[in-house]
């Protein structure tokens, strides 16, 4: 029997989805929010959007509550040709070590008021999908998640190497790949790359997390196109 064909896993780390806050449910803001969506402030997840005034006193405040990346970084990855042909696997890692697995069928709400929501279930549940969960959660460290995958991994930060990302996954075809990308609006990941086997920059400019996305799927089909 063939053995199955050697796919990219890509990861979004340390992705700003959470909760919002014990220490902050009672701002106005929030409850605001909340009472304006028809639920509990606990229940709904932090988004700087919304919340900007309350996260004054977070710690890290400038980095967190965007699920809005993870949303563009979902609709650009599912709807790929490579993950139609199944050589594709998302997995979301999150600041709290909440790792959610994807499914490759899985079509995120292109409406960002129904994907916040469908995030919020899946936080409280941990699955969502009827018949078969289309998103789960567990509780995993990044390093851990990438230990378990077992795949050659490539962190895409901006103080890489500058290669061309169509030949480095061309030399890869022969495994798994598993290409990082930090989910979050700035700076570095805080659990470092020290596990990474490459580090890779895509360039000079400073580009956001789903246009990162997006060239690393590409590049991995462009490499994929090159070896037929």
């Keep these: 029997m063939d053995a199955p064909p050697h796919m990219l896993f890509l990861v979004l780390a340390e992705a ?20 304006g969506r028809g639920k509990r402030a606990s229940r709904t997840l932090l988004d700087s959007s919304y919340h900007h005034h309350a996260m004054r006193g977070l710690e890290g405040a400038d980095r967190r509550g965007r699920p809005d990346i993870v949303h563009q970084a979902l609709l650009l990855a599912q709807d790929t040709p490579l993950n139609r042909q199944g050589r594709l696997r998302l997995v979301v890692h999150t600041r709290d070590d909440i790792v959610i ?9 292109r409406n960002y008021e129904r994907f916040v929501g469908l995030v919020e279930q899946l936080l ?18 990044l390093p851990g998640l990438l230990e378990r995958l077992g ?13 061309d990302p169509v030949e480095v ?18 700076g570095a990941l805080r659990c470092g790359t020290q596990w990474a086997d490459a580090r890779l920059s895509l360039g000079a400019e400073q580009l956001t997390a789903p246009t990162v996305v997006a060239r690393v799927v ?3 089909e462009r490499a994929l196109e090159g070896a037929a």
């Design 16 to 35: 700003e989805l959470e909760p919002v806050p014990d220490s902050i449910k009672g701002h106005p803001a929030v409850r605001a929010r909340a009472r």
């Design 101 to 109: 697995h994807v499914d490759p069928e899985m079509r995120p709400p």
């Design 124 to 141: 409280r549940e941990g699955e969502v999908g009827e018949g078969r969960p289309l998103m789960r959660t567990e509780t995993l460290t």
């Design 151 to 163: 795949a050659w991994k490539l962190a895409l930060v901006e103080d890489g190497e500058r290669a």
């Design 169 to 186: 996954m061309r030399g890869h075809l022969d495994r798994d790949v598993a290409a990082v990308v930090g989910a979050f609006p700035h």
């Design 218 to 220: 590409y590049a991995y």
